[in-house]
């Protein structure tokens, strides 16, 4: 029995492939190669040709207020660009940590560049009013002496007479204090849409997401100093844009960047359909926010049919402009 194999072990070793078995391993392997060059010929020849990133002319102004720098051109990535949305992900997930901290976020609206990002802000709550809306705050940043004034008094679209959805905004996100008689500023993100139509420069919007944090180094009496963010060049939606012609591309925009959503019980006070329309919440006010998506390729516009009636009216069109969406309450931590 000594050079006896069980049968099992004999065809192990003496069994293999044929020629014809080989032969279709081979054609198999072949088919697959070859569906795998010619799909990733096509994502080649079909991604953006347009270039990776322009010199786009912020202005020393905008460049030292935004990034701390006095450059008058800022190299800016060239939507769509996915290197970039890696970036904005990443600035959402720090946003949202910011958000679960906080005691309160306020958004205000403003035209301009935002000059006020303190670290902490004068209150006194037997002395001053109530902070639970955002025109309450704008109106206490008044109150103790803040000027210029970069925010305007803005109440959702189609709520105050004479303004429309601005272009640009600033959120606070304030988080419990220690220091007494002061609110303590745990980040300012600042979203920025310019729109540039000089003829000599490139056409098109710079939008960029900011946030401004605290300096470790540096006391209460310091400003936020700039501490990440995302900017993307967006081109206009037609092709081939006529510089001398900035009005055929008008509708592209990026409005509204956030709604703010009242409480129901505000309902007791009739204001009109086209601001009672936001009273929704039925416990805490909050906030739809929306940042400029480095993945789409425009801000062109989009399709809106509703009833201005329908508070879905006033954001409708933002869900063919951006993925970044959030649903922010205003006092989160209570």
Known sequence: MRGFVPDSKRCDLNCGFTAVELVAVLSMAALILGGLVVGFGTLVRSRPTVASFLDVPLGSTVSENFYGNSSNTRATPVAPHYGMMAVAENLREVFYNDVISATAVFCLSRNNINTYRPSTIPYNPLVHGILDTPQQFRAHLVTIGVSPMPFIDYR??????????????????????????????????????????????????????????????????????????????????????????????????????????????????????????????????????????????????????????????????????????????????L
Do not use: C
């Not at 959805?165 to 600042?190: H, M, W």
């Not at 997401?209 to 006391?219: E, F, H, L, Q, T």
């Not at 092709?239 to 009005?247: C, I, L, M, T, V």
């Open 156 to 333: 959702n679209p189609l709520n105050t007479v004479g303004t429309v959805p601005t272009n640009n905004a600033s959120i606070f996100v304030l988080q419990y204090s220690k220091f007494e008689g002061r609110l303590k500023v745990l980040a300012i993100y600042d979203i920025d849409v310019i729109r540039l139509t000089n003829p000599a420069n490139p056409q098109g919007f710079h939008a960029s997401v900011k946030r401004y944090a605290d300096d470790k180094n540096r006391g209460i009496a310091f400003p936020l100093i700039f501490a990440g963010g995302y900017d993307v060049f967006y081109p206009p939606s037609i092709p081939n844009p006529n510089a001398s012609r900035p009005q055929d591309w008008i509708n592209d925009g990026f409005t509204p960047i956030y709604i703010t959503f009242e409480r129901a019980s505000r309902l007791s006070i009739l204001e009109g359909a086209t601001t009672d329309r936001f009273k929704l919440a039925a416990e805490r006010p909050f906030y739809f926010i929306w940042w400029p998506d480095p993945g789409a390729r425009h801000l062109g516009p989009q399709p809106n049919t509703l009833n201005p009636q329908d508070p879905r009216q006033a954001y409708n069109h933002m869900a063919g402009r951006t993925a970044f969406m959030f649903t922010v309450p205003m006092f989160p931590a």
